[in-house]
């Protein structure tokens, strides 16, 4: 299960019931993965931080737009991202979106 969010400044963690779903890193897919890692600007892994350290991490559903997920909704939790997804919302200010 994951640890909660990769976002500096999230604070969401899964919960049981919860309608935040978390992704992994795409660590198979170098070039996305950079994408990811420059996205959410996390001062702890850069870009080319190893596949090593990155696995298991994940950013949570709230860091990408609606149109990244593919349409499959599971009950509230928006589950299945596009292929071309990055993250977009990745500033975060006393835990609001921004």
């Not at 950079?34 to 559903?61: F, M, P, Q, Y």
Request: some cysteine; glycine content about 12%; hydrophobic content about 30%.
């Amino acid at each position: 299960m994951p640890s909660g969010c990769l976002v500096p400044g999230c604070t969401e963690k899964p919960r049981l019931g919860q309608s935040v779903s978390f992704h992994g890193l795409p660590g198979k897919d170098a070039q996305r993965c950079k994408l990811w890692l420059r996205a959410i600007n996390n001062h702890r892994v850069g870009e080319d931080t190893g596949k090593e350290i990155i696995k298991g991490k994940t950013i949570c559903s709230l860091h990408f737009k609606l149109e990244d997920f593919d349409g499959r909704l599971f009950g509230k939790i928006r589950s299945a991202l596009k292929p071309t997804a990055v993250p977009s919302y990745c500033r975060f200010r006393y835990g609001r979106r921004g």
